[in-house]
């Protein structure tokens, strides 16, 4: 009976198909009807996805889902059902839904419920096998960042993923009958008066008391992380706290792995005369403490004194709840709970617990294409000893060669620096090209017979064979389907890892820096050089192939290094359907590798269906404004965050339309462009920075037909630098016959009428894009344009957005403020409304060129066009006013 529950609850919930991890994360990012919609689940089967949205936009009412019937005397409710068949725990919904997602999305949705501070799987029953699964994968991702205390004042912080660090684990088990409300009670135990969280699902929480069916067995884990300040932390020292669903007596299996890897465990029964053999563990290492209630009707002083000799359990280490004394008795636990983990020198790595798991528990990582996945991933970065050497010697294309490479390639449509012999400057720019061909000659040891004018330039790019380590990365990227994806990630979490230990000095120098307003613009620039030739992620790879492509397009079309490389840009576009970012514009040289980046959208036109069309969403803002966050709050996609580094250029990401939306919004794909943060110390420190940010607005503003403007409302001077550049890159762009749609978002508003009560602000802003506007037009020399409406579709009611900040409380403790995420998906919204009616904000003449190639979006094909026109374009300083055959290209797209 009990093997036929699981399959009984998922043919309930309408998951019966998609048992054994047929769902993945493409499916539920996908935008369909109810992306948008704000009715309550009508039925069991809607229960999954409703939960499902609100959990990947990091929503902290996620698990308060109602099920509401057209008939009331059929109440099915995730919360208040009156007949409990038909109402489902969250627990057993939560465990459910692991049950039948991809590993993909289980590590997804790991890391969106500990941002909401929910308590994660650690042991996943399964009732079907009798066996339960130790989640390590899932939680693999999960990059946690606290400042412990110091008895020598050290105020250093510690950032690594969780499964990493030594952190010793606290069980709290029930064995028999409790009066006490263990769960309730471990929230209290990891709250403040002044910020309590629902970690773990209680029994007075919406549909908590509805008795579970699939979830006992079912260990959760949360972690408690210090800030650093005393009158805060509730513990100096960071601690997991593990918590068993059920009766402990009939789960031996996972309390004998409690016993083995926790530094204390704590009991609460008040069957003191029943079956506590579950206790006498052998392989134990655990201090054991016993939590009774002497209100309970079985409370005998005497047979608690025979238990503890029984089972020896100190006499200290009894903690008993007396009358009404809920916060003596929470303090009491803590005070255990504190000295448990300061005595104890018992801290073991969550990775470390899967030798122990082993015997009799699933351990999920051990399956073939994880294990192979991560063998090819050691097979690159176990090598690494030096970051910057390893660059230098296994991805030595696209560094200062393809940075001088691009800059040439600037200066000759830009002709900045020639003076009245232009011819000169000329020869002594072919000179340059020359030169910098030998150089690379001899760093690939390749010899090119052609000495063209097209090959010059990249013939030390040029080579007949690539590195040992992206030999290894292309074989693991042309792995199959689940082997594939294990590869990228690992290989992802294995650099983070090694970026961020090699990288932690320079970034607190770093920040000191950018602090200190007095500190030589020289020193901040260094730094940021250091950091870049530091940091290693999978983007340099993908750099690295972009090279080898295009240094292989130089050569002649029979030479075999050519013909070697035509596969990669498919490989790189079956990334983005797999839904990595993949870079746009490469940050370090501020370029794009054109010929790579063509034939990848090629590529991916022909792999998704060459009738597909796109939409495109794009990002503008200040560094560290949260633009990135506000993307992976939105869609639920991966954006970096978390490795410590800002976005650099900019990465663009696919997200799938569905079927039945694809009429609504005009196309079948949404690609949403993420860029570098505007007033990066890097740039910031080059006389040139303000051209940069000027052409990457152009650049992304020109290929999207949404742009979405990001502001800190507490920087006001910072917002009128961005407004400067965004007006330019809008009157650019109205040249071109585009005229297209902006959306204002103002972050950190906290006041819940700020819509209201900035409506004068509103008109401010107003009155200075207006300003703004007239100044950038007499520069460009286009004095027609005296309002920021003649440029762009802006509607100062409709497009302002104000948005909370993300964090609810004091971080790393802090869930994700509920506020954030509601405000967050009322943009969503509107971005999705305003998608379905992209063409009223062009011109008529760029519609009725679009109308010809039919409604909605553009191809892949016709987007890398423009793209392709735009890019040459921008490297011409006043191509936008002079060049009238651009703005006949513009039609075409």
Same mark, same amino acid.
């Given at each position: 009976?009990?093997?036929?529950?699981?399959?009984?609850?998922?043919?309930?919930?309408?998951?019966?198909?998609?048992?054994?991890?047929?769902?993945?994360?493409?499916?539920?990012?996908?935008?369909?009807?109810?992306?948008?919609?704000?009715?309550?689940?009508?039925?069991?089967?809607?229960?999954?996805?409703?939960?499902?949205?609100?959990?990947?936009?990091?929503?902290?009412?996620?698990?308060?889902?109602?099920?509401?019937?057209?008939?009331?005397?059929?109440?099915?409710?995730?919360?208040?059902?009156?007949?409990?068949?038909?109402?489902?725990?969250?627990?057993?919904?939560?465990?459910?839904?692991?049950?039948?997602?991809?590993?993909?999305?289980?590590?997804?949705?790991?890391?969106?419920?500990?941002?909401?501070?929910?308590?994660?799987?650690?042991?996943?029953?399964?009732?079907?096998?009798?066996?339960?699964?130790?989640?390590?994968?899932?939680?693999?991702?999960?990059?946690?960042?606290?400042?412990?205390?110091?008895?020598?004042?050290?105020?250093?912080?510690?950032?690594?993923?969780?499964?990493?660090?030594?952190?010793?684990?606290?069980?709290?088990?029930?064995?028999?009958?409790?009066?006490?409300?263990?769960?309730?009670?471990?929230?209290?135990?990891?709250?403040?008066?002044?910020?309590?969280?629902?970690?773990?699902?209680?029994?007075?929480?919406?549909?908590?008391?509805?008795?579970?069916?699939?979830?006992?067995?079912?260990?959760?884990?949360?972690?408690?992380?210090?800030?650093?300040?005393?009158?805060?932390?509730?513990?100096?020292?960071?601690?997991?706290?593990?918590?068993?669903?059920?009766?402990?007596?009939?789960?031996?299996?996972?309390?004998?792995?409690?016993?083995?890897?926790?530094?204390?465990?704590?009991?609460?029964?008040?069957?003191?005369?029943?079956?506590?053999?579950?206790?006498?563990?052998?392989?134990?290492?655990?201090?054991?403490?016993?939590?009774?209630?002497?209100?309970?009707?079985?409370?005998?002083?005497?047979?608690?004194?025979?238990?503890?000799?029984?089972?020896?359990?100190?006499?200290?280490?009894?903690?008993?709840?007396?009358?009404?004394?809920?916060?003596?008795?929470?303090?009491?636990?803590?005070?255990?709970?504190?000295?448990?983990?300061?005595?104890?020198?018992?801290?073991?790595?969550?990775?470390?617990?899967?030798?122990?798991?082993?015997?009799?528990?699933?351990?999920?990582?051990?399956?073939?294409?994880?294990?192979?996945?991560?063998?090819?991933?050691?097979?690159?970065?176990?090598?690494?000893?030096?970051?910057?050497?390893?660059?230098?010697?296994?991805?030595?294309?696209?560094?200062?060669?393809?940075?001088?490479?691009?800059?040439?390639? &600037?200066?000759?449509?830009?002709?900045?620096?020639?003076?009245?012999? $232009?011819?000169?400057?000329?020869?002594?720019?072919?000179?340059?090209?020359?030169?910098?061909?030998?150089?690379?000659?001899?760093?690939?040891?390749?010899?090119?017979?052609?000495?063209?004018?097209?090959?010059?330039?990249?013939?030390?790019?040029?080579?007949?064979?690539?590195?040992?380590?992206?030999? $290894?990365?292309?074989?693991?990227?042309?792995?199959?389907?689940?082997?594939?994806?294990?590869?990228?990630?690992?290989?992802?979490?294995?650099?983070?890892?090694?970026?961020?230990?090699?990288?932690?000095?320079?970034?607190?120098?770093?920040?000191?820096?950018?602090?200190?307003?007095?500190?030589?613009?020289?020193?901040?620039?260094?730094?940021?050089?250091?950091?870049?030739?530091?940091?290693?992620?999978?983007?340099?790879?993908?750099?690295?192939?972009?090279?080898?492509?295009?240094?292989?397009?130089?050569?002649?079309?029979?030479?075999?290094?050519?013909?070697?490389?035509?596969?990669?840009?498919?490989?790189?576009?079956?990334?983005?359907?797999?839904?990595?970012?993949?870079?746009?514009?490469?940050?370090?040289?501020?370029?794009?590798?054109?010929?790579?980046?063509?034939?990848?959208?090629?590529?991916?036109?022909?792999?998704?269906?060459?009738?597909?069309?796109?939409?495109?969403?794009?990002?503008?803002?200040?560094?560290?404004?949260?633009?990135?966050?506000?993307?992976?709050?939105?869609?639920?996609?991966?954006?970096?965050?978390?490795?410590?580094?800002?976005?650099?250029?900019?990465?663009?990401?696919?997200?799938?339309?569905?079927?039945?939306?694809?009429?609504?919004?005009?196309?079948?794909?949404?690609?949403?462009?993420?860029?570098?943060?505007?007033?990066?110390?890097?740039?910031?420190?080059?006389?040139?920075?303000?051209?940069?940010?000027?052409?990457?607005?152009?650049?992304?503003?020109?290929?999207?037909?949404?742009?979405?403007?990001?502001?800190?409302?507490?920087?006001?001077?910072?917002?009128?630098?961005?407004?400067?550049?965004?007006?330019?890159?809008?009157?650019?762009?109205?040249?071109?016959?585009?005229?297209?749609?902006?959306?204002?978002?103002?972050?950190?508003?906290?006041?819940?009428?700020?819509?209201?009560?900035?409506?004068?602000?509103?008109?401010?802003?107003?009155?200075?894009?207006?300003?703004?506007?007239?100044?950038?037009?007499?520069?460009? &020399?286009?004095?027609?344009?005296?309002?920021?409406?003649?440029?762009?579709?802006?509607?100062?009611? &409709?497009?302002?957005?104000?948005?909370?900040?993300?964090?609810?409380?004091?971080?790393?403790?802090?869930?994700?403020?509920?506020?954030?995420?509601?405000?967050?998906?009322?943009?969503?919204?509107?971005?999705?409304?305003?998608?379905?009616?992209?063409?009223?904000?062009?011109?008529?003449?760029?519609?009725?060129?679009?109308?010809?190639?039919?409604?909605?979006?553009?191809?892949?094909?016709?987007?890398?066009?423009?793209?392709?026109?735009?890019?040459?374009?921008?490297?011409?300083?006043?191509?936008?006013?002079?060049?009238?055959?651009?703005?006949?290209?513009?039609?075409?797209?």
């Amino acid at each position: 009976m009990i093997a036929e529950l699981l399959p009984e609850l998922l043919s309930t919930l309408g998951l019966g198909d998609l048992h054994g991890g047929k769902l993945t994360l493409s499916s539920v990012l996908e935008i369909n009807s109810n992306t948008v919609s704000d009715k309550p689940a009508q039925s069991l089967e809607q229960l999954p996805w409703t939960f499902l949205r609100k959990l990947m936009m990091s929503n902290l009412y996620a698990r308060n889902i109602k099920c509401e019937h057209d008939q009331p005397m059929y109440n099915c409710s995730f919360t208040d059902a009156k007949d409990d068949s038909d109402a489902i725990n969250p627990l057993d919904l939560i465990t459910a839904l692991f049950h039948c997602s991809d590993p993909f999305l289980q590590q997804e949705m790991v890391s969106k419920m500990s941002m909401c501070q929910f308590a994660v799987p650690l042991l996943l029953p399964n009732c079907d096998t009798q066996q339960s699964t130790l989640m390590l994968w899932a939680m693999r991702d999960l990059v946690k960042k606290f400042r412990p205390h110091s008895p020598a004042g050290d105020r250093t912080f510690v950032e690594g993923r969780i499964v990493e660090m030594d952190i010793p684990m606290v069980s709290f088990v029930r064995l028999g009958e409790s009066s006490l409300p263990k769960s309730q009670t471990l929230n209290k135990l990891l709250s403040t008066p002044h910020q309590h969280n629902d970690t773990f699902v209680h029994c007075d929480m919406e549909g908590g008391d509805v008795p579970r069916r699939i979830s006992d067995g079912l260990v959760e884990v949360s972690w408690y992380l210090p800030c650093g300040n005393t009158n805060i932390d509730l513990f100096t020292q960071p601690v997991a706290i593990a918590n068993l669903r059920g009766d402990g007596r009939l789960s031996k299996t996972q309390m004998s792995f409690l016993c083995e890897t926790s530094a204390a465990v704590f009991i609460f029964s008040d069957d003191l005369e029943g079956d506590l053999s579950t206790l006498n563990n052998r392989e134990s290492r655990a201090e054991l403490f016993l939590v009774t209630n002497s209100q309970s009707k079985t409370f005998n002083m005497e047979t608690l004194r025979d238990i503890c000799m029984k089972h020896k359990v100190k006499e200290t280490n009894v903690i008993i709840k007396k009358k009404k004394k809920d916060a003596e008795f929470v303090k009491a636990l803590r005070f255990h709970v504190s000295g448990a983990i300061g005595n104890s020198p018992i801290k073991m790595k969550v990775e470390d617990m899967a030798a122990v798991a082993r015997h009799g528990i699933v351990v999920d990582e051990d399956c073939t294409e994880c294990t192979n996945g991560r063998a090819n991933a050691e097979g690159i970065t176990g090598r690494i000893q030096d970051v910057v050497e390893f660059k230098e010697d296994q991805l030595p294309l696209h560094g200062e060669i393809w940075k001088q490479i691009s800059q040439t390639q &600037k200066e000759r449509f830009r002709m900045c620096n020639a003076d009245k012999d $232009k011819e000169g400057y000329k020869s002594s720019l072919k000179t340059k090209k020359e030169t910098l061909r030998k150089e690379q000659q001899e760093t690939a040891g390749y010899k090119s017979s052609l000495r063209t004018k097209e090959t010059k330039l990249r013939e030390k790019q040029q080579r007949t064979d690539v590195s040992e380590a992206m030999g $290894k990365f292309t074989a693991g990227i042309s792995e199959l389907g689940t082997q594939r994806l294990y590869f990228l990630k690992w290989l992802k979490i294995q650099l983070d890892t090694l970026s961020r230990h090699n990288l932690f000095q320079l970034r607190e120098k770093y920040k000191d820096c950018c602090r200190n307003t007095s500190q030589n613009k020289e020193v901040i620039a260094d730094l940021d050089e250091q950091i870049s030739k530091c940091s290693l992620g999978p983007e340099h790879f993908i750099r690295e192939l972009g090279q080898i492509y295009e240094c292989a397009c130089s050569l002649p079309e029979n030479n075999p290094a050519r013909q070697q490389v035509q596969n990669l840009p498919a490989l790189c576009a079956q990334m983005l359907l797999d839904g990595f970012p993949v870079e746009l514009v490469d940050g370090d040289a501020s370029n794009i590798p054109m010929k790579w980046i063509k034939e990848v959208l090629t590529q991916l036109h022909q792999l998704v269906d060459t009738k597909s069309k796109i939409q495109v969403l794009t990002v503008l803002g200040v560094q560290g404004t949260g633009k990135s966050t506000l993307l992976n709050t939105m869609f639920g996609v991966q954006f970096a965050v978390s490795s410590g580094r800002c976005t650099r250029g900019a990465f663009m990401l696919l997200i799938k339309v569905s079927e039945e939306l694809r009429s609504e919004l005009k196309c079948d794909f949404i690609m949403v462009i993420d860029t570098e943060g505007f007033k990066s110390p890097k740039l910031a420190a080059l006389d040139t920075s303000y051209e940069n940010y000027n052409k990457l607005a152009t650049l992304v503003i020109g290929l999207s037909d949404i742009t979405i403007i990001n502001i800190a409302m507490e920087n006001n001077t910072e917002m009128k630098d961005i407004l400067q550049i965004v007006v330019h890159a809008f009157l650019r762009m109205k040249e071109v016959g585009k005229k297209p749609r902006c959306l204002f978002v103002h972050q950190n508003v906290s006041d819940m009428s700020a819509h209201y009560s900035n409506m004068r602000d509103r008109k401010k802003l107003v009155e200075q894009l207006d300003e703004m506007t007239r100044a950038a037009a007499k520069m460009e &020399k286009r004095e027609a344009n005296t309002k920021f409406t003649d440029v762009m579709d802006y509607d100062p009611d &409709k497009d302002s957005h104000y948005i909370p900040g993300l964090w609810h409380g004091t971080p790393p403790m802090a869930p994700v403020n509920a506020g954030y995420s509601e405000a967050v998906y009322e943009l969503k919204k509107t971005l999705i409304g305003s998608l379905q009616t992209s063409d009223d904000v062009m011109t008529n003449d760029a519609i009725t060129e679009k109308m010809k190639m039919g409604d909605g979006g553009v191809t892949y094909s016709t987007w890398t066009h423009f793209l392709h026109d735009l890019l040459k374009q921008l490297l011409h300083e006043d191509s936008f006013q002079k060049n009238k055959e651009y703005t006949r290209s513009y039609g075409n797209f």
